[in-house]
């Protein structure tokens, strides 16, 4: 059964730096792409960046680009989110994802990130 | 970038009947269209890629059509725990693929 657990998600200051975790399991990580999507409180779906199966490229939205960055470890099945420069717009609820042939067929459960004063 | 506008914003249903959900581009996706199905406090799960095959797991009477620029999803007789909010999301542009703003389907 594939598994996705998300951690990290806390209440940070606007201008902070927080790194979220994600821990897969029941599949070959090393296999497939991940991605990082959002959903601020009350709204849709945000695709936030991806990272192919070996970690050699990656893709960004770009109003994040300059402040975040994702990484993995295939040794440890973990997908990473570090998020500079925290702005109050970034509070919401990030999940990290599974793709398959561009189809994103898992999400983990979510951990939430509130920024504010 | 693609727009997917979802129509409606909300629907209401009573059990047993059958709900339409539609999705259009703002240009053609071809067949590279999915649904995903979020319940409050839950994760998206995938129902439909494709446009029109089913996830594993899901049951029968969740079907998709459509290609180019217009998608249904149709759910044949509603089940209570398929009231939640529908998105379709397209990945025909990739990176990113868009989502739709999504559809609340709610107890009639």
């Known amino acids: 059964e594939v598994q996705l657990v998300e951690s990290g998600g806390v209440v940070v200051h606007p201008g902070g730096s927080l790194r979220l975790s994600c821990a897969a399991s029941?599949?070959?990580?090393?296999?497939?792409?991940m991605h990082w999507f959002r959903q601020a409180p009350g709204k849709g779906l945000e695709w936030l960046c991806l990272?192919?199966?070996?970690?050699?490229?990656?893709f960004y939205l770009d109003s994040v680009k300059a402040r975040f960055s994702i990484s993995r470890d295939n040794t440890k099945n973990s997908l990473y989110l570090q998020m500079n420069s925290l702005r109050t717009e970034d509070t919401g609820l990030y999940y990290c994802?599974?793709?398959?042939?561009?189809?994103?067929?898992?999400w983990g459960q979510g951990t939430l990130v509130t920024v504010s004063s | 970038e693609i727009v997917m506008t979802q129509s409606p914003a909300s629907l209401s249903v009573s059990p047993g009947e059958r709900a339409t959900l539609s999705c259009r581009a703002s240009?053609?996706?071809?067949?590279?269209l999915a649904w995903f199905q979020q319940k409050p406090g839950q994760a998206p799960r995938l129902l439909i890629h494709?446009?029109?095959t089913r996830a594993t797991g899901i049951p029968a009477r969740f079907s998709g059509s459509g290609s180019g620029t217009e998608f249904t999803l149709t759910i044949s007789s509603l089940q209570s725990e398929d009231f939640a909010v529908y998105y379709c999301?397209?990945?025909?542009?990739?990176?990113?693929?868009?989502f739709g703003q999504g559809t609340k389907v709610e107890i009639k």
């Open positions: 994802a599974k793709e398959k042939s561009r189809v994103i067929d898992y």
């Open positions: 029941g599949f070959t990580f090393h296999d497939y792409t």
């Open positions: 990272i192919t199966h070996d970690g050699r490229a990656t």
């Open positions: 240009q053609s996706v071809s067949s590279n």
């Open positions: 494709g446009a029109s």
């Open positions: 999301h397209q990945y025909n542009s990739w990176p990113p693929g868009t």
